[in-house]
DNA sequence: GTAGGGTTAG
């Protein structure tokens, strides 16, 4: 097609580019398009078109990627910028990976105009895609590419590979970036603050906080400490579940001035929520003003009454969120997960069954929980068998324990099968699976069950708890003896023994395998991690004062009797965080009504 | 003109 002189096709640039910030629908963009087109400014006005293309790309529908690309995949020779356009477009799409197939020149046609220049925003959007498909290798090759075409390395672009470093789990090569850049600023010290965070690392990323937090005043004012700097520094408390930690940075946030932050609220309502303190969440929640809280601030409160077995709160607020708030996926699985843990059977099915985006394995996994908890077995594997998609590991799990929980031999045979068949080889699953064979007598198959146990290596999770005393953290693994004080709290556990039964205390065996004597059982029982967290607590703290203890998987029967007991013998409120919610013992009762 | 760091999940 000919093209109109350059001063039309200039008048025609300027007539357009006014109308770019206000195009919103695809269709808006596909007669820009064609207007772009026909006043031939497509070529002669790389600029316009590439801000076109980068607008267009980001476009939330899924026909714009594609119409973008078709587009760059239309130019003889595409620019840089709309190369750039195309790439940052594919890192923030569903599927990041392609950004990087467009880099290596495989997205365009055969035969191939010549791949554009690329320069430090190319790779910007490269790593990010590397950071989202968490492609530690790919991330590695961006980092010699940049060397390799000598992009310049500044700030930004340096901190976007620490990030993707960081996202991907490599935390050394991060760090390592971070010790050799000339220049830093706050975004650097927060993506490596966050990568330790959000990474297996939440005690150094503390520790960095502390740093941050007790110089500030000295750091330039670039690399002064924000809001970012808060939110990251929450999140590791909130993983440690270390309240004093917590409420130091809520100090400093108001300190700098970043506490009407709303993703600093948000922040310090999952804190306060999973340091043990509703409280304290909801007084941050109702804090925020009502036309400022988001999705997240939902979300994060729901989550809150959930874990510490406010079902009923969980669903009003669900159920009073504002209209223009649409309830996301974690919504949904807080507010089921609220209805589970309160026993809110029949509301947890009413909101599955009214759930407005299409429900994922951990929804289903949620509701199969529910079900299965409340002896509706038939329905629990109703649900399974419904699913779109193969159910996983965990969901056979959750099938597993219900089963055993209402003794449902040919349930648990099928879960067991589908488990095997999924190559689960953990110990709790045998256990489970044995215990129900127990409680029908049937010894041979639960020799047959040890057997196989024998036979394939099974691995054992190990369960360890953990207590805060005087600020240090003291960590127990079932039955050690690495604690310095061991003697005195498996002497403490001897005398909790003999109060206890006083009380009536029987040890529930039945969470052991039975290939061991009772005694053994009562044993293995008797030194589960949580009580000898409970029992230091007891030794190293005044009378009356609340013992706090957090578990990295699921009380076991046995261990919550015993904390009940304990509350009331010895007059002190005990709380366990454990892998899916708080339990809060007092006076011989749990706030979970032993239902979990 | 175009880039970096953040909160919710069985």
Request: glycine share 6%; hydrophobic share 45%.
């Amino acid at each position: 097609m000919p093209s109109p002189p350059p001063s039309t096709a200039a008048a025609a640039a300027l007539q357009l580019e006014p109308l770019l910030p206000h195009l919103s629908t695809l269709s808006h963009y596909k007669q820009f398009h064609a207007r772009l087109h026909a006043l031939g400014t497509l070529h002669s006005y790389p600029s316009l078109r590439a801000r076109f293309l980068d607008r267009l790309a980001l476009l939330p529908h899924a026909d714009a990627l594609p119409h973008a690309l078709l587009l760059l995949r239309s130019l003889p020779s595409p620019a840089t910028n709309d190369f750039n356009a195309a790439l940052r477009g594919l890192a923030a799409s569903p599927h990041p990976a392609r950004s990087l197939l467009l880099l290596a020149g495989r997205l365009l046609p055969a035969p191939a105009p010549p791949r554009p220049r690329l320069d430090a925003l190319s790779l910007s959007f490269a790593l990010k895609a590397t950071a989202r498909c968490s492609d530690a290798f790919a991330t590695l090759q961006l980092h010699a590419t940049l060397f390799r075409l000598g992009v310049a390395a500044d700030v930004r672009l340096m901190t976007t590979l620490l990030d993707s470093y960081a996202k991907c789990g490599d935390v050394a090569s991060a760090r390592k970036v971070f010790d050799e850049m000339p220049v830093r600023d706050v975004a650097t010290w927060n993506a490596l603050l966050a990568g330790l965070a959000q990474g297996t690392e939440p005690n150094l990323a503390l520790l960095l906080f502390r740093r941050l937090a007790g110089s500030f005043r000295e750091l330039p004012p670039r690399e002064e400490p924000n809001a970012v700097t808060v939110v990251a520094a929450l999140s590791a408390c909130a993983q440690l579940g270390t309240l004093k930690d917590g409420l130091a940075v809520h100090e400093f946030a108001r300190t700098i001035g970043a506490v009407d932050n709303v993703c600093v609220g948000n922040a310090l309502i999952d804190m306060y929520s999973k340091c043990g303190s509703l409280s304290r969440a909801l007084e941050v929640f109702h804090s925020i003003k009502l036309e400022d809280r988001t999705l997240v601030s939902y979300n994060a409160t729901i989550q809150a009454l959930s874990i510490h077995g406010h079902g009923e709160d969980a669903l009003k607020l669900f159920d009073e969120m504002p209209a223009r708030i649409e309830p996301d996926e974690i919504t949904y699985l807080a507010v089921m997960g609220g209805c589970n843990h309160a026993g809110l059977v029949d509301d947890g099915r009413r909101v599955f069954d009214s759930m407005r985006v299409p429900p994922n394995m951990k929804h289903y996994g949620t509701i199969v929980d529910l079900l299965g908890r409340a002896g509706r077995l038939a329905e629990a594997y109703d649900m399974i068998m419904s699913m779109p998609f193969p159910a996983d590991i965990v969901l056979w799990q959750t099938l597993l324990g219900a089963a055993k929980m209402h003794g449902n031999v040919d349930l648990a045979e099928l879960a067991a099968t589908k488990l095997a068949d999924l190559g689960s080889n953990v110990d709790g699953d045998y256990v489970l699976l044995s215990n129900v064979y127990a409680s029908k007598s049937r010894w041979v198959d639960v020799g047959r069950v040890r057997d196989t146990m024998r036979s394939n290596d099974v691995k054992k999770v190990p369960g360890f708890s953990y207590t805060e005393i005087d600020g240090v953290m003291h960590k127990f693994i079932n039955g050690d003896k690495e604690h310095m004080r061991w003697r005195e709290i498996y002497r403490a556990l001897d005398e909790i023994g003999s109060r206890i039964c006083a009380l009536g205390y029987e040890p529930e065996t039945s969470n052991v395998l039975h290939d061991i004597g009772e005694e053994e059982k009562q044993y293995a029982l008797s030194y589960h991690s949580e009580k000898l967290a409970i029992a230091f607590g007891l030794i190293s703290t005044p009378p009356g004062e609340t013992i706090r203890v957090i578990k990295n998987l699921r009380t076991c029967g046995d261990c919550h009797v015993v904390a009940k007991l304990i509350s009331k013998a010895y007059n002190r409120v005990i709380i366990i965080r454990d892998r899916a919610r708080f339990h809060r013992f007092e006076d011989g009762h749990c706030s979970c009504r032993d239902y979990w």
